[in-house]
């Protein structure tokens, strides 16, 4: 009860809320602005945190991830650009809706989806840190790379029906994964000597380049842009009837978000791909998705931001971070001379209340934020197409510019973007790519790290018993994404 009045007390704090609001706007800009990461949009905003009050930093650095998760669908909907990584997922139908003049409705899902997803991930970290941290303690090198093999086996459904297609394109990203540094050994692998690439590509250059450039340079060969109605420029939530259809990959988002949140290094866009994946395998309308369904928009972004808050359940309880962002949020506490872990509930709990109480503003802040932001941005989708190509052109390169000023970091997003606009020509599907590249770290690292414990003998990934499992529910969903394609495919021969 002590706690719940903390907690509480903190909703009629007016620097408390202040904090939350201030946090969620910068936040959507952040995630909005392609090449600008949450962490990224945290870590501008940690200095200015020194001479604030413990609750209301750590507030206001929460608030950020909070809306920098959820701005990244906006710029995803509107112009194929995800303005973070987690937002990726939601390219796929989210454009494909305004494309049909449906943008209203894309960010009126997203929105909500959004704000059901967070407050679900809050419940879950008041209810259950101390329960949930003990899952993660669970996993050894050998689970986190069959949880690795599980994201991968769900490649099978995002390969648009040709999985030699979807495999060659999942290839191609774990490729670009092995570039850099062995995560091993330290040496340089598939560098060509460059200094720029011995940390390796960075995720989200590969994400702006597949999706935002390679769409302007299609673009670019097309005819103009049909010119919409008003209606597709008003912000629309859904209704009762929608919000019913949508329950189900929402409720799918969330447990996926939980999971994955929880488990450190997984993160959101883990969460959302496969969120997508398996709303499209239990929908009643799995034809729809890739062409517009909206449940295809709901799905991951109920799991991206249930994991805004999921994600700090192994950093409160253990004082782990299992995001970048997660790691940003841990600065913020050590500035302030507080030490994450199972004693921060006993020396400082009102700040880990309070933090709590912080995070349900943030997520009502969304609400209210985004019914006020979208309306404008939604203004964008009826601009001439050449105006609006070079603005996005000119936002993604200074947006990637940002990251480390580097004009190499530039021609790399060109060059990526290059490289979608001919697997668009040949077909080849790129959410397996970027499946691939986002998964490949994991993979890799945690696979060596498991040979040098047991010696080299792979029997490590059976006897134990969550990496077992994992890899148990991996085999079956690979096994019946097989089955019904085949019965598909046999129907349709008929």
Same mark, same amino acid.
């Given at each position: 009860m002590?706690s719940f ?7 009629? $704090?007016?620097w ?18 392609? /090449?600008?990461?949450?962490s990224? @949009? ?15 930093a750590?507030v206001?650095?929460a608030?950020?991830?909070?809306? @920098?998760?959820?701005? /990244? ?6 112009i194929? &650009? ?11 139908? !989210?454009n ?13 899902? $997203? ?5 059901y997803?967070? =407050?679900? %991930?809050?419940?879950v ?11 993660a303690?669970?996993f ?11 994201? =991968?086996s769900?490649?099978a %459904?995002?390969?648009g ?12 990203g774990?490729m670009?994964a092995?570039?850099? $540094?062995?995560?091993v050994s330290?040496?340089q ?5 460059? *200094? ?8 989200? =250059? ?5 999706f935002?450039?390679?769409?302007? +340079?299609?673009?670019?060969g097309e ?12 912000l629309? #939530? ?5 919000s ?12 996926i978000?939980?999971?994955?949140g929880?488990?450190? /290094?997984?993160g ?19 034809e ?12 991951? *972004? ?6 805004t808050a ?18 940003? #949020?841990?600065?913020g ?7 994450? !872990? ?7 709990? *009102?700040v ?6 912080? #995070? ?21 989708v ?11 052109l000119? =936002?993604?390169?200074?947006?990637v510019f940002?990251?480390?000023q ?12 290059? +490289? ?15 499946l ?18 047991s ?7 059976? &006897?134990? &018993?969550?990496s ?7 085999t ?6 097989l ?9 349709? *021969?008929?």
């Amino acid at each position: 009860m002590d706690s719940f009045l903390l907690a509480l007390s903190n909703l009629t $704090s007016g620097w408390v809320i202040l904090s939350a609001f201030a946090g969620v706007l910068w936040g959507i800009f952040g995630g909005a602005l392609p /090449g600008i990461s949450p962490s990224i @949009a945290m870590a501008l905003l940690l200095p200015f945190t020194v001479g604030m009050e413990a609750t209301n930093a750590l507030v206001l650095l929460a608030s950020v991830y909070v809306g @920098a998760e959820y701005g /990244g669908s906006i710029p995803a909907i509107l112009i194929r &650009t995800p303005g973070t990584n987690s937002a990726s997922a939601t390219v796929i139908d !989210g454009n494909e809706m305004a494309k049909r003049g449906q943008a209203g409705e894309a960010l009126g899902i $997203s929105l909500m989806s959004g704000l059901y997803g967070g =407050l679900f %991930g809050l419940l879950v970290l008041v209810l259950c840190t101390e329960s949930l941290a003990q899952v993660a303690l669970a996993f050894t090198p050998a689970a986190y790379f069959s949880l690795g093999i599980l994201g =991968l086996s769900v490649i099978a %459904g995002l390969s648009g029906g040709s999985l030699l297609r979807g495999l060659m394109a999942a290839c191609m990203g774990l490729m670009i994964a092995f570039i850099g $540094s062995d995560p091993v050994s330290g040496m340089q692998r598939f560098t060509l000597g460059s *200094e720029d690439l011995l940390d390796g590509v960075k995720p989200i =250059l590969v994400m702006v380049g597949l999706f935002a450039v390679t769409e302007m +340079l299609v673009q670019i060969g097309e005819p103009p842009w049909a010119r919409g109605g008003s209606s597709s420029t008003r912000l629309k #939530l859904p209704n009762w009837a929608m919000s019913k259809r949508l329950f189900k990959p929402q409720a799918i988002g969330a447990v996926i978000g939980t999971v994955e949140g929880v488990t450190p /290094g997984a993160g959101g866009t883990v969460a959302a791909f496969m969120a997508y994946t398996e709303a499209k395998r239990w929908s009643k309308h799995p034809e729809e998705f890739g062409k517009g369904s909206p449940e295809g928009v709901a799905a991951p *972004e109920s799991a991206n931001n249930v994991v805004t808050a999921t994600a700090l359940v192994p950093l409160l309880s253990l004082g782990i971070p299992g995001s970048n962002s997660a790691a940003i #949020l841990l600065g913020g506490f050590l500035i302030h001379g507080l030490q994450p !872990g199972p004693m921060l509930f006993q020396k400082a709990p *009102e700040v880990v209340y309070g933090l709590y109480g912080g #995070l349900f503003i943030a997520n009502i802040a969304m609400l209210l934020i985004g019914l006020v932001i979208l309306s404008p941005c939604m203004w964008l989708v009826n601009r001439p197409k050449p105006y609006l190509i070079s603005f996005i052109l000119a =936002l993604v390169m200074a947006g990637v510019f940002a990251i480390h000023q580097s004009l190499f970091d530039c021609g790399l997003v060109l060059l990526i973007g290059f +490289l979608g606009y001919g697997m668009r020509l040949l077909k080849l599907p790129v959410l397996p790519m970027v499946l691939g590249m986002v998964l490949g770290y994991m993979v890799e690292s945690n696979y060596r790290r498991s040979l040098l414990i047991s010696g080299g003998d792979h029997s490590i990934f059976v &006897t134990d &018993t969550v990496s077992a499992i994992l890899l148990g529910l991996a085999t079956t969903l690979s096994a019946y994404t097989l089955w019904k394609e085949i019965v598909d495919r046999r129907k349709s *021969e008929q």
